[in-house]
């Protein structure tokens, strides 16, 4: 035993950065395909109010969401959506680290807020580490919103472009309409 402790210390070599090899066609992890799925506002299109109820119960804990309901270990959350960070709910303490932030509760600023408090506001009091999940981040906007805010949820966006060889049909059909375009514009002349 004595002699693999030696030897290990011996022929020690760092560990390289990048561990294993390359796989062509593939990304690695932060090289810009981290965050891929549904955006935003596709999830909130979409966003069930029940099911961020039920995600609330994890927030339950530290939070009321009642008209008028008193702070917890964190502020009530009646209306929060639109309202200016860190502001308001009644004389809550909140941290610098959140106060120095700015800004309003939009859906994309919650969004990153739920994702992970502690990246948002480094120094927050905030002591819950995120939800992971877009969607339960989406549903959980949704029903926020919907106690006492209202704002009006974001449509979906566009569907992605169409495959080339779709394009590629609709150019082929274009110039058979484009040649009815000048007769038709003729006709509407005359009258």
């Not at 004595?2 to 932060?30: C, D, N, Q, W």
């Not at 109010?49 to 008028?68: D, L, P, R, Y």
């Not at 941290?95 to 309003?104: N, P, R, V």
């Not at 509760?105 to 002591?127: Q, V, Y």
Request: glycine share 14%; proline share 6%.
């Amino acid at each position: 035993m004595g002699g693999g402790i030696v030897s290990a210390k011996l022929f020690h070599t760092e560990r390289p950065e990048a561990m294993g090899y390359a796989i062509e066609g593939v990304e690695a992890e932060g090289e810009g395909g981290g965050d891929s799925g549904p955006s935003l506002n596709t999830l909130l299109a979409s966003a069930d109010v029940a099911q961020g109820e039920k995600v609330f119960a994890k927030c339950a804990a530290c939070h009321t969401i009642n008209a008028g309901g008193a702070n917890g270990i964190g502020p009530n959350l009646h209306g929060v959506m639109g309202e200016a960070v860190a502001t308001g709910h009644g004389g809550f303490a909140f941290s610098d680290a959140l106060k120095s932030k700015g800004g309003s509760w939009d859906f994309a600023t919650m969004d990153a807020w739920l994702k992970s408090p502690r990246e948002f506001a480094p120094g927050t009091k905030m002591t819950f580490a995120g939800l992971s999940k877009p969607a339960d981040r989406a549903n959980l906007i949704a029903y926020l919103n919907a106690q006492g805010s209202n704002l009006p949820l974001p449509a979906a966006d566009a569907a992605p472009a169409a495959a080339p060889e779709a394009a590629e049909a609709a150019n082929a059909a274009a110039p058979a309409d484009n040649a009815a375009a000048p007769a038709a514009e003729g006709v509407a002349a005359t009258h």
